[in-house]
């Protein structure tokens, strides 16, 4: 499992939670979008690359 995969699984965890507990706290809304944007982007750099073979 490389660095992509792990970032990802990561940020779904704490998007969860923060979704789960955070509730209306004035810092959920903008840690949402970064996470949403780090899931994202992490993923599309994970399709990019070439598999090793």
């Known amino acids: 499992m490389n660095r992509s995969y792990l970032l990802v699984l990561l940020s779904v965890f704490v998007l969860f939670f923060l979704q789960l ?3 209306e706290a004035p810092y959920t809304l ?3 979008i970064v996470l949403v944007v780090l899931i994202v982007g992490a993923t599309l750099l994970q399709l990019r ?3 090793n073979r």
């Open 21 to 23: 507990y955070a509730g």
């Open 30 to 32: 903008p840690l949402s």
């Open 49 to 51: 690359r070439k598999p």
